[in-house]
């Protein structure tokens, strides 16, 4: 049945007045504020039949709502939705989501309070950038477009999002919006290019100032409503010069009103002309209130997410919980975030223009009502918003202080994003000075896919520790990581491997020493030693809660026990490996190619050529991610999937995966033991009847275009996420379509998802 029968009429919301104006449910978290339902509607806002109308015919389909402060923009969207059927989670943008990862969270919670959202089939494992625009994007909109109950999904505050990484994973939920539900952006413009060009189609609902301004009744209306009465041509001309600003018409009459009680004759035009927006927000919104609570309100206002136990230590004072439920009486002033009253927030205009007038008037205090809340956040464990508010008051130690702490732990979790941002927030010259702050860089950088970027990094945190002249851990850390990049220079990355080993106390990078001390020394030949490297690693990394580490480690160590031939060992090992893999959610995470890598080898050995082939696919795609990252840990996957490919039969695959190998010891010295290896397959290896079709036939540059067949971005875009030209992608492209046997891109994809080079979709 149409949800339509469910909602009442563009007249009946406006005859109705909206009158509810109880909190609406709100979920609240540590990192973050979801709004399942609606916030209250301001009852100033002039309601616009024709606005609430376009809403409610957007059926199937995306409204776009973008204009200045001002315009009523939220309270017209909530005003629809109060009188819409269909269950609403309105989501209020923050900069904390600009992270992806922490986005996708959010959305995934909101739509599955709403509909029939499976949010199981969103990988939830730390990716890096490019797979969250070609894996997760197209995920979310998969799940979003598969969902058969209709609802409301209004995402507000758009313009809060700058990076495009988040904007792709919205962009997805806009072009698969299911029959019967809605989607609404609400921002003061509409950022990014994929969000923007949303406009130029057809199907898309596009509400502007033209829409929200108000017409000649409306101004009217609202200028008696606070006692100003004026004659047609001065309501015209407040018309032309306020271009229907409802908040400029609400102004020019607050000006006129004030101007008559001052004695003098009303002058609309003049008054309209003094726009002290402050002033007018004191006496429009908080005229009502005592000088205490005007003095609280403006002493809280940078806060923006309040609760009384914030407000206590911010302010430093106990009453903060209940003087919040009093204010929150009024909505133009207060609005309430949950159910209980307990969380709140200030109007954003209002925040605004009080924070800055708490600024100018006391900078001392207003920068230790910011400390004490970023003291505050970092207790409860909400490191994001402890950084934002040390940030707003510019306290480069404090920053500095928490992102050393935690920035590690939330890289390790996915949240590598939020950590770049942090560190965006800092003076170059201030991350450049710190070991520590620049090893954190390269260890973004990884986890982003940029290789050339994190040793880059790792020069620049070399310097910094020089001209510390105290090097301590981070040194040690430095050399570690630096030895599992560095692959053009054995000895050097042997004794950085090694001293890291030695000198680092029990822990994950002691943990990382040890991966990158077997690896080399199986490199070189020296398996006693690459052995028990590899089984301190395991221990050690399972004793920290490193999942990551303990899979590599036992990857690693199984593809030793496989190259020496002992089987028995090399299967329990690598099965090992690739559950920590499975039960962690971790299959898409790139580095841990030599995982899944092995395991391919070790079933292709024991029979089990499905499982084999399901690994040899899921690490080429991980490998196609890691193009830029250059490290024994790929070199050797390779290694690993040309042995499990030469079992299966692959000719095509066996071949494709030596001469990557071979190619990348062009550059390297001292790599007997790897070129042995190369040496011992290709000679086992005929090349009789090869074919150049088929998912093995795909190269590793193909499959990076591959990648990003399933979403919405055109040739050209696909060409610049992977810095080749258009032409050079659509190429790409043309031999991917042969090699599958697709005369289209949507054949292409879903023969590659056939074919497992692709996740389900």
């Known amino acids: 049945m149409s949800t339509r029968g469910l909602r009442r009429t563009t007249r009946e919301v406006v005859d109705h007045g909206v009158a509810s104006r109880a909190p609406d449910p709100l979920a609240s978290v540590a990192v973050a504020i979801n709004r399942v339902g609606r916030p209250s509607v301001a009852d100033h806002v002039v309601l616009r039949t024709g606005v609430l109308d376009s809403l409610s015919s957007a059926l199937g389909s995306v409204v776009v709502v973008g204009a200045p402060a001002g315009f009523g923009k939220t309270s017209h969207v909530a005003a629809w939705a109060e009188i819409d059927g269909r269950p609403t989670a ?39 950038t490019a797979q969250f625009e070609t894996i997760i994007a197209p995920a979310i909109g998969s799940a979003v477009r ?88 001065d309501l015209g001309r407040v018309l032309d010069e306020t271009e229907g600003w409802p908040l400029g018409v609400r102004f020019a009459g ?32 908080l005229r009502r209130l005592d000088a205490d609570d005007v003095d609280f309100l403006t002493r809280s206002s940078g806060l923006g997410w309040l609760s009384g136990p914030l407000v206590d230590h911010a302010l430093e004072r106990n009453d903060s919980g209940a003087t919040l439920a009093r204010l929150a009486s009024s909505p133009l002033v207060i609005v309430p975030l949950d159910r209980r009253g307990s969380t709140h927030r200030l109007h954003h205009l209002m925040a605004e223009v009080l924070d800055a007038e708490f600024e100018r008037a006391d900078r001392d205090a207003h920068r230790s009502v910011a400390i004490r809340a970023s003291e505050w956040f970092e207790r409860s464990g909400d490191i994001d918003r402890a950084i934002d508010h040390a940030s707003r008051v510019g306290d480069t130690g404090r920053i500095v202080r928490l992102i050393a702490e935690h920035g590690l732990a939330m890289q390790t979790v996915g949240r590598h994003h939020s950590v770049d941002r942090w560190l965006a927030m800092l003076p170059r010259d201030v991350v450049l000075s710190s070991g ?10 990884v986890a982003m896919g940029e290789g050339d970027e994190a040793l880059v990094w790792l020069k620049f945190a070399d310097q910094a520790v020089a001209d510390a002249a105290q090097p301590g851990p981070a040194g040690l850390e430095i050399r570690a990581l630096r030895s599992m990049l560095v692959t053009s220079d054995i000895d050097g990355t042997s004794d950085d491997a090694e001293a890291a080993y030695e000198n680092l106390p029990a822990g994950r990078s002691h943990a990382l020493a040890c991966l990158s001390r077997g690896l080399l020394s199986f490199v070189r030949g020296d398996d006693a030693l690459a052995r028990t ?43 090992r490996a690739r559950q920590v893999v499975t039960e962690h959610a971790l299959e898409q995470v790139p580095t841990l190619v030599v995982c899944t890598a092995t395991s391919a080898w070790v079933e292709a050995h024991a029979g089990n050529p499905e499982a084999a082939r399901a690994d040899i696919l899921l690490t080429r795609r991980n490998l196609a991610y890691l193009d830029k990252v250059t490290s024994w840990l790929s070199i050797t996957a390779r290694v690993a999937l040309a042995e499990a490919s030469l079992l299966l039969g692959d000719q095509v695959g066996t071949k494709m995966f030596l001469d990557d190998v071979t190619a990348a010891l062009d550059t390297l010295p001292r790599t007997g033991r790897i070129r042995d290896l190369v040496a011992n397959a290709a000679s086992r290896l005929t090349t009789a009847h090869l074919t150049q079709h088929g998912p093995s036939a795909l190269t590793t540059a193909q499959l990076r275009v591959l990648h990003y067949l399933p979403t919405n971005l055109s040739m050209a875009e696909i060409g610049e996420r992977l810095f080749v030209s258009r032409n050079t992608a659509k190429t790409h492209a043309s031999a991917i379509y042969l090699k599958l046997e697709a005369a289209s891109r949507r054949e292409a994809v879903e023969a590659a998802r056939r074919a497992g080079l692709l996740p389900p979709g």
């Open 146 to 233: 598969r969902c058969a109950e209709p609802f409301v999904l209004v995402i507000d505050e758009i313009h809060r999002l700058e990076s495009e990484v988040a904007l792709s994973v919205v962009a997805a939920i806009l072009n698969d919006v299911p029959p019967e539900s809605t989607v609404v952006i609400i921002g003061r413009d509409a950022p990014g290019a994929s969000i923007a060009a949303l406009r130029l189609r057809p199907e898309v609902a596009t509400l502007d100032v033209t829409d929200l301004a108000l017409e000649a009744a409306e101004a009217r209306a609202v200028l008696e409503e606070i006692g100003v009465s004026i004659g047609d041509d």
């Open 254 to 285: 607050f000006a006129t009103e004030r101007a008559a009680a001052a004695g003098g004759q009303p002058d609309v035009i003049g008054a309209l002309a003094d726009r002290e927006i402050g002033e007018y927000m004191r006496f429009e919104w």
């Open 436 to 445: 520590a702050l620049c090893l954190l860089s390269a260890t973004i950088s």
């Open 90 to 128: 309105w989501l209020e943008v923050e900069a904390l989501d600009n992270d992806p990862h922490l986005l996708v969270e959010r959305l995934a919670d909101l739509l599955g309070s709403v509909t029939d959202f499976d949010a199981d089939s969103i990988p939830r494992s730390p990716l890096s």
């Open 533 to 575: 490297s590899f089984e301190e690693g395991v221990i050690e990394a399972r004793l920290v809660n490193a999942s990551t580490l303990e899979a590599q480690c036992n990857g690693a160590l199984g593809l030793l026990h496989a190259v020496s031939g002992d089987w028995t060992l090399a299967t329990a090992t690598a099965r």
